[in-house]
Every structure is written in structure tokens, then in C-alpha cells.
């Protein structure tokens, strides 16, 4: 009874949001009603027992993008002189009612689908469950991402860093230039709490990395964590943008989708198939490349930068 | 019943006592650093009650110090928030209405 | 005892979030829109450490110890604005 007052309250909590983000007064607030989304949506995943998912989305939905959106409307604001405006068609009543009620109708329409059909007793879900101890690992998310479904994985590491080069491509022609300087650089709070936070944030990501064989975790939420570590250096000045990508930085952001495939490819000739895992050993050694490639291609993409420096 | 629960109840209910106190500071106070202030010693104060309660509930000393932890980095990020927005909020006020 | 009083808790803390969404939904100037991180900062921690014990899932109370880290990161985000009119309505 009362969990259910709790979990109406989220979810009206997460519809008020949602349209507060799309008919928000001015770009700004907006921004900031996204960002609350994300962090009620992550509760959301808490209490639908996902705690995986409730790291990946507070940590990249609510976190980097958040922090993202902020840097960006900055930019625009340096750029064109004068505070973006919300279009006047975003506003309208006329629009949000019918798209809203459209995209209620369809969400209800597929969930009264999918509560009616029977359920089939050998789904791909039960077969894994069954079979996840081969894995060696405890952690069936894990055993999910990087042992059944590792194409999934590794696929997702080459979309991460197409999504990297294809920003460098358009960061090339439109060069945004520095972080407006952040006018707090000289507060000696700021670099007390960085003095204290980004070590903290390496090791709650290395812990991550070794709890997820047993505990949620593993390689994603490792590296968003990593990352927004990453992302609070650049936010207060730490760290800038570089003209170039130094060898190190190109040699890890391949990193996780090379040893992915080595890993993959190794098994061929041994008779398996390929990206059938060795080992545990093999799991933990990608997931290791695999949080330091994500961790730094967060960090680019936030700097849109094909490189980073210490601001001297 | 016993004591361990007695007090965790206890802690647990100010907890929410003082979040309630902060919400309301945030709310009917006029003006933005009398929110800053109310809301940050608050919610400060009912964070630390809130995990003490927890931790007595659980009764294990690993968890009791994981959550001290938390509490502690949640009071630094309160502190260094605090300062940059009012800094930021003082930076944004006319300097005749400066309080 | 406790099994009312958690969620009861959980409930009164989620009540808090809601009502300081008034404020930034509200707040006249930019700086109370900026109080969201500081309030999400502790209210959430909060409310994610009464489910970790309620619903008896450890693993939330690193998924709080990671909106602590995030309640810095936003408002750092928030306060690094050029002085201009950036959301007074």
C-alpha cells in the first residue's frame, strides 16, 4: 500500500518533469528540469530492483549529459551573443496535448500487448539464467553483456567511437575554442573538493569494475564514473582541450574495442567460436580496457576536443 | 523491541523532521542565501540522522561506515555547492540590493 | 515497526523533493534554480539509502555514494555561467 503511494508519486513525479523539460519557460530552466528527469528516473530504476541501470543513468543521463547541456548553452550564449530562446512551436498547447496523448496511447497500447501474451517457459532470458554459472561470474548483467551478448558490447564500444570521430569531424569545421573561463578558479573550496572527489571517483570506478562479476557494476558504470570524474576537471579548469590527440590518448580510446576483438578473434583458431570467453580472466581484462576507452571518450566528448592538457 | 530499534526509530523520524524544516525554509524564506542557508544546515543535519538511523537499523559495522562516508562527502559537495551559488548569486544581484 | 517505517520515510522524503520543485520551478532568480543540486544532492541520497534498506538491495548505496559525486559535478556546472540574463522569466 504504501509502496504503491511511493511509486505513484515517482511516476506522476517523472510525467510533471517530462513536461516541465519540453514546455519549460526558457532554456535554462529546461535544462535543469532534464537533469532533475534523470536523477527521478534513476530512482525509478532503484525501485524496479536495476541497480545497473540506476548508475548508468544517474552517472551519463542525469550527470555528463546534464553537465553537457549546461556547457553547451554557454557556448551558444559566447557564440551568439545573446541567451537562446525556446521556439514558440515547442510551447504550444496545441502541440505537446496531441503528441502527448499520442505517445500515452501507444506506451498503453504495447503494455496491455505485452501483459496478454502467455509466457512462453524457454525464452532466451530462462536458457541464460540457467547457463550463467559457466560464465563464472555471478553478476547476470555481466554475464549478459560481455558472455552471451557480447556482439551487443562490442559493437556498442565501435558506435561510441564513431560517435567520438564524427565529433571530431564537425568540432574541425566548428571550432567551439575554450570553456568560457570558469570565474571560481581562484575559490580555494574548488580545489579542496577536486582534491578530494576525483580520487574518490578512480576508486569507486576501479571498485565497480571488480564488484561487477558478483554485484552490479562492471565496465559502463566503471567508466561513467570515471568519467564524470573527468568531467569535473574539465568543468573547473584542470584540464583543457588539446589541438591533437597525444599517442597515449589514441592508443585508449581504441583500447577497449581492440582488446575486445583480439580477445574475439583469438578463439578462432583455437576451435571455439568467436568471442566465446576463455576465462574469467578474460572477462575482467576486457572490462579493464573496456572502462578506460569509455572513461576517455566520455571526457572528449564532453571537451569536444580530440585531446586533453593540463591548463598551464 | 529493543533499544537499537527504539533509537533508529528515533533518528530515522528527526531525520525527516529536519528535511521537513529545510523544504519549508526553502520555500517561505525570501531570499536566496536565507534559502541557501536553511536548506543547506537542514538537509545536512537530516542526512546525518537519516544514516545514522539506517546504520543502527542494519547493525553492521561495514555498512555504518560506508554510509559515514557517504555522509561526509554528501556534506562536502553541500559546502562547496553552497559557497559557489551564493557566490554566484552575489555576483547577480545589483549592488544596492546586496544584503 | 520498521516495516512502516521506512517507506513512511522514503514517502516523506520523496514529499520534500516535490516541494522544492516548487521552488525551482518557481524561484524568481537563476541562483533558486540552482538550490535543485543542492537539494537533490541530499534528499535523493537519502531516499536511495532507505530503499537499500528497505528493499534490502545493497548495491543502491553505491548508487548513492554516485549522486553525491554527481550533486558536485552539477552545481560546478551550474555556477560556471557568464554574467548574463540567464533565466529570470
Redesign the interface.
Known amino acids: 500500500m ?2 504503491l ?2 511509486d505513484a ?2 511516476a506522476i ?1 517523472l510525467v510533471w ?1 517530462a513536461l ?1 523539460t519540453v514546455r519549460g ?5 529546461a535544462i ?2 532534464f ?2 528527469f534523470g ?2 528516473m ?2 525509478a530504476w ?2 524496479l ?1 536495476a ?2 541501470l ?2 548508468a543513468e ?2 551519463i543521463g ?2 555528463i549529459t ?2 553537457l547541456l ?2 553547451t548553452w ?1 557556448r551558444l ?2 557564440l551568439e551573443g545573446s ?1 537562446p530562446q525556446v521556439g514558440a512551436e515547442t510551447r504550444s498547447l496545441w502541440l505537446t496535448l496531441p503528441t502527448g496523448l499520442a505517445a500515452a496511447l501507444l506506451i498503453a497500447g504495447l503494455g496491455w500487448v505485452a501483459l496478454s501474451l502467455p509466457a512462453e517457459p524457454a525464452t532466451a532470458g530462462e536458457l541464460a539464467w540457467q547457463r550463467l554459472p559457466e560464465m563464472g561470474v555471478s553478476n547476470p548483467v555481466t554475464g549478459v553483456l560481455l558472455g552471451f551478448r557480447a556482439y551487443d558490447t562490442l559493437l556498442e564500444m565501435g558506435v561510441l567511437l564513431a560517435a567520438w570521430l564524427g565529433a571530431q569531424v564537425v568540432a574541425s569545421e566548428h571550432r567551439p575554442g575554450a ?2 573561463g ?3 578558479e581562484e ?1 580555494p ?2 580545489g ?2 577536486l582534491s ?2 576525483v580520487p ?2 578512480l576508486l ?1 570506478a576501479v ?2 569494475l571488480q ?1 561487477g562479476g558478483s ?3 562492471g565496465a559502463f558504470q566503471g567508466g561513467a ?1 570515471l568519467a ?2 573527468g ?2 576537471l574539465c ?2 579548469g584542470r584540464l583543457e582541450a588539446a589541438d591533437q590527440a597525444s599517442l597515449i590518448e589514441r592508443v585508449v580510446l581504441i583500447l577497449g574495442l581492440a582488446v575486445f576483438s583480439g580477445v574475439g578473434l583469438v578463439m578462432l583458431p583455437l576451435g571455439e567460436p568467436m568471442l566465446a570467453m576463455p576465462g574469467v580472466w578474460a572477462i575482467y581484462l576486457i572490462e579493464t580496457a573496456l572502462l578506460l576507452s569509455i572513461a576517455l571518450t566520455l571526457v572528449l566528448l564532453f571537451a569536444a576536443a580530440p585531446g586533453l592538457r593540463r591548463r598551464l | 523491541m529493543n533499544l537499537q530499534e527504539v533509537v533508529a526509530t528515533a533518528l530515522l523520524l528527526s531525520g525527516c523532521f529536519f528535511y521537513i524544516a529545510g523544504t519549508v525554509g526553502l520555500l517561505r524564506f525570501p531570499d536566496v542565501f536565507s534559502r541557501l542557508h536553511a536548506l543547506t544546515k537542514a538537509d545536512n543535519l537530516g542526512l546525518f540522522l537519516v544514516c545514522g538511523g539506517l546504520a543502527l537499523q542494519q547493525g553492521s559495522p561495514r555498512i555504518a561506515g560506508l554510509l559515514l562516508v557517504i555522509w561526509l562527502l554528501g556534506l562536502l559537495a553541500a559546502t562547496v555547492s553552497c559557497h559557489l551559488i551564493a557566490r554566484r548569486a552575489l555576483q547577480m544581484t545589483d549592488p544596492e540590493q546586496r544584503p | 515497526m520498521m516495516d512502516w517505517l521506512l517507506p513512511l520515510t522514503g514517502i516523506v522524503l520523496l514529499l520534500n523533493l516535490i516541494l522544492g520543485m516548487l521552488r525551482v520551478y518557481r524561484g524568481p532568480t537563476a541562483a533558486d534554480r540552482m538550490l535543485a543540486a543542492l537539494l537533490f544532492g541530499s534528499t535523493t541520497v537519502a531516499v536511495l539509502l532507505v530503499f537499500a534498506e528497505w528493499m534490502d538491495v545493497p548495491a543502491l548505496r553505491d548508487v548513492a555514494l554516485l549522486f553525491v559525486m554527481l550533486a558536485a559535478i552539477i552545481s560546478v556546472a551550474f555556477v560556471g555561467l557568464p554574467e548574463s540574463d540567464e533565466g529570470n522569466p
Open positions: 504504501i509502496a503511494a511511493m508519486i515517482i513525479g518533469l516541465r519557460a526558457n532554456v535554462f530552466s535543469i528540469m537533469i532533475v536523477l527521478i534513476s530512482l532503484a525501485r530492483h541497480p545497473d540506476a548508475l544517474a552517472a542525469a550527470g546534464g553537465a549546461l556547457v554557454r550564449q559566447v541567451v570553456l568560457p570558469p570565474a571560481h575559490v573550496l574548488v579542496a573538493l578530494l572527489v574518490i571517483s569507486v571498485y565497480l564488484a554485484a552490479p557494476g564514473v564524470a570524474g568531467v569535473l568543468l573547473t
